[in-house]
């Protein structure tokens, strides 16, 4: 038996979660001695229903339900959008918390970590389920800041459908984009849920558009707000033309009622209500065929007499074939509108049968998550979400499967019985889930441990940590052996310094943040070069010619050419060692030690005396190689940013101002409400501590968004500048 096992992992107790695709009737055993009851931290938690007193039989209930009534979802979104909110208020109303936690008080369940409580924002996806009317959920609250991108794009691996939740006077974001194109790559189904709707600014319109507009998307419009901003009272369900209003004496928003729209009481909302289901209907029918047949069919004279259940199975068809969203709004902090998107949730996201899912797999320990609580279960249907410890050589992104030849067997079971024509890497790739794309770290600093002794402390810790956090590189600086962080931004690694003193107990010193230059040539160089050494009685002799180019496209890696006249039969022994002596020489260019880009190297000529070593060739290459790049006229490339900055009018001038010095060149101001939203382009060394700047320039009223755009040639006063820094000249 197989599985097909994906890994993200949840924590820092290094727990990964395991989400197990099972079509076959296999159950993962685990010792039911080893059940615990899971322990409440600090927060008032309901306890599982059917968990008392170690019952096995409904505890079973609890975690195989049927695979058509599991929901894994995501919530996801521009940071501050409100998504550890919502899912708070889901919590809430779904009775697994038994009171609302708040981001602005820090005692929220998911976000568990110290970091996240301290500073109000996600930056680890946290995993919850719980049971809303007969269904169970596995969400996954995801960060919405661009520095852990990839920590939302592993977790939109392992699930069905997502939640998008937008800040209703802000509509489509910098991150929301980003997001939503990841969840297109994997395929997921979506709801957009317009949060904030109290807010001073907020516009359902606007946001609608700009879903429309910016994610090229079609919104299906099942609800309409009643009042914006202040006079937000609760929402309007336009499939079965109801009213819901939340009772404003009920703090926690747990009573609402919902009455029918009359023509008596509200005239106006109940026409508006109606043209709004008969353009839905008509925006449906587009869309899907046999919702076209049905409405043209039986019902094309009156709209009102569709019945509702017939207009949600279409709309589920819909958004399952993620031809169109359904868009619902309300308010996570005033309570409003959370019962009815976990009712929309069940209703249109798929159930992990409805995905392509196909294997599974034996493994010793399983865990169901509650944020930063596990609880240990003995056995787990195909769905669901779970989490396994202890395995020791897997990273995230990694797919798991029992053997090799049982992944094969399985690639070939995929494939239809018998059937060989592919070749056996391409079966292994063919069940691979799709990998994460791991973002280039653009800034790194050298990092220190307290004493030398701690110095296999600090490389367990971030071993550790690497392997859980693809975007986080480590390596040691080969000339002055220092060990150096790579990471996506200055937050990151700020996160990654206090997880290290905070988790592993180990006070570290970080070097002055720096920016991962690149570098490349400008002209062709050809250059030769002879290494002759005796080694014992063994003679080491080889001669190499090698020319060194700009390419004309660019290619981060080296691209390496033979020219006619070098013998195939020598290449055949040597062509690895070769290739690995100019890799080897391009990390580390000749100007700053940065990585070079878009060079093409070609070896020209190639004369190996017989039992010359390939360590000695690769040698040679390598060494003749930097002779040639050293020859030639060589140009330093700095990370050219993607900028976002939303700003209210009245602060856009200092902005500006300020983004002039920093050698930023704006590309449009767009207006969106109250706000600018100044979108360019600007050097990240130009960034350093950008946030403090802005928050200072702003009174704390802007927000930013940053992206590496591409690299870009430095111009000669500032490479010039930057080199005699680096030289200790300046
Ligand atoms: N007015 C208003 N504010 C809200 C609402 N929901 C959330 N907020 C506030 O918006 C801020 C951000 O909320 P979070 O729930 O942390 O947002 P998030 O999307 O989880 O943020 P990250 O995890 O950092 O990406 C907090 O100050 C919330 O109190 C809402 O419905 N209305």
């Known amino acids: 038996m197989l599985t097909n096992l994906r890994i993200f992992v949840m924590n820092h107790q290094k727990i990964s ?39 096995i039989k409904s505890l079973r209930s609890i975690i195989n339900p049927p695979i058509a009534k599991i929901r894994n979802i995501g919530i996801m979104a521009h940071i501050d959008a409100g998504k550890t909110t919502t899912t708070e208020r889901i919590l809430y109303y779904s009775g697994y918390t038994r009171s609302l936690g708040d981001v602005d008080d820090g005692d929220t369940v998911t976000d568990f970590m110290a970091q996240e409580r301290e500073r109000g924002i996600t930056i680890q996806s946290a995993a919850v389920t719980f049971d809303w009317k007969g269904y169970r959920v596995n969400l996954i609250d995801t960060p919405g800041h661009v520095d852990f991108t990839l920590e939302v794009e592993r977790c939109l691996r392992v699930l069905d459908g997502a939640v998008a939740v937008f800040d209703a006077s802000a509509g489509v974001e910098a991150q929301t984009l980003t997001v939503w194109r990841q969840a297109d790559k994997h395929k997921i189904p979506r709801i957009c849920f317009l949060n904030k709707m109290d807010k001073t600014g907020a516009s359902f319109n606007y946001a609608v558009e700009s879903i429309r507009e910016k994610l090229k998307a079609k919104p299906l419009l099942l609800q309409l707000p009643v009042g914006e901003a202040k006079t ?74 569709l019945p509702a259940e017939k207009l949600q199975t279409a709309i589920r068809r819909v958004t399952l074939a993620q031809t169109a969203v359904p868009v619902l709004c309300g308010s996570a902090l005033k309570n409003k509108g959370i019962q009815p998107l ?96 791991i973002p280039e770290p653009v800034f790194f600093c050298t990092i220190e441990p307290p004493s030398m ?156 005396h017989p039992g010359t070593s390939t360590t000695m060739i690769s040698a040679c290459v390598s060494r003749c190689v930097q002779k040639a790049l050293k020859k030639a006229n060589k140009q330093v490339l700095e990370p050219l940013m993607n900028l976002e900055v939303t700003v209210t009018k009245d602060y856009l001038s200092p902005v500006l101002a300020d983004l002039a010095q920093r050698r930023g060149n704006i590309q449009e101001i767009q207006t969106r409400q109250d706000n600018k939203v100044v979108i360019g382009f600007v050097p990240l060394a130009e960034m350093m501590g950008y946030s403090t700047v802005l928050r200072t320039l702003t009174s704390g009223s802007a927000t930013f968004a940053l992206e590496l755009a591409t690299y870009q040639a430095m111009n000669p006063q500032d490479q010039s500048t930057l080199l005699n820094r680096r030289s200790g000249l300046t």
């Not at 395991?18 to 079509?23: D, K, Q, R, S, T």
């Not at 798929?350 to 899912?357: A, G, I, Q």
């Not at 296999?456 to 986080?472: F, G, M, N, V």
């Open 232 to 305: 937000f009272k609760g929402v309007v369900d336009v499939i079965n033309k109801e009213k819901l209003l939340w009772n404003p004496s009920s703090g926690d928003g747990k009573d609402f009622e919902r009455k029918p729209l009359l023509e008596a009481s509200d005239p106006e909302l109940l026409k508006e209500t109606t043209e709004a289901r008969n353009a839905l209907i008509e925006q449906v029918a587009d869309l899907d065929d046999e919702f076209a047949d049905l409405v043209l069919g039986e019902f094309s004279e009156n709209f009102d007499l």
């Open 453 to 608: 002794a701690k110095q296999p402390d600090l490389d367990h810790a971030l071993k550790c940590l690497e392997r859980e956090d693809p975007s986080l590189k480590v390596r040691v600086d080969p000339d002055s052996g220092q060990t150096v962080l790579c990471g996506m931004g200055e937050l990151h690694i700020e996160i990654i310094h206090d997880r290290i003193k905070r988790e592993y107990g180990l006070e570290t010193y970080l070097g002055p943040l720096q920016i991962a230059y690149r570098e490349t040539i400008l002209n062709s160089v050809r250059a030769t070069d002879t290494l002759d050494r005796t080694l014992g009685d063994k003679r080491h002799l080889v001669t190499v010619e090698v020319e060194t180019r700009p390419t004309e496209t660019s290619s981060a890696m080296p691209v390496i050419e033979y020219a006619a006249s070098v013998s195939e039969d020598l290449l055949k022994v040597s062509q690895e060692a070769i290739e690995n002596g100019i890799h080897s020489v391009c990390l580390q260019g000749p100007l700053l030690g940065s990585p070079m880009q878009d060079v093409a190297i070609t070896l020209h000529s190639l004369i190996i």
């Open 17 to 55: 979660s395991l989400h197990i695709n099972n079509m076959c009737f296999c159950k993962i055993r685990t010792s039911l001695k080893r059940l615990k009851l899971p322990v409440p931290l600090g927060r008032n938690y309901s306890s599982l229903p059917g968990l008392i007193g170690n019952d």
């Open 342 to 437: 976990l009712d929309a949730v069940t209703m249109y996201l798929p159930s992990p049968e409805e995905c392509n899912y196909e294997f599974l797999e034996r493994i010793s320990r399983l865990l169901l998550p509650f944020a930063d609580q596990h609880i240990e279960i003995p056995l787990l249907t195909a769905g669901n979400i779970a989490l396994t410890v202890g395995l020791k050589h897997t990273a995230t992104g990694d797919t798991i499967a029992s053997s090799k030849s049982s992944t094969l067997a399985a690639a070939r079971r995929a494939e239809g019985e018998g059937e060989k024509k592919y070749k056996q890497s391409d079966e292994i790739e063919r069940i691979l889930l799709a990998g994460v794309e």
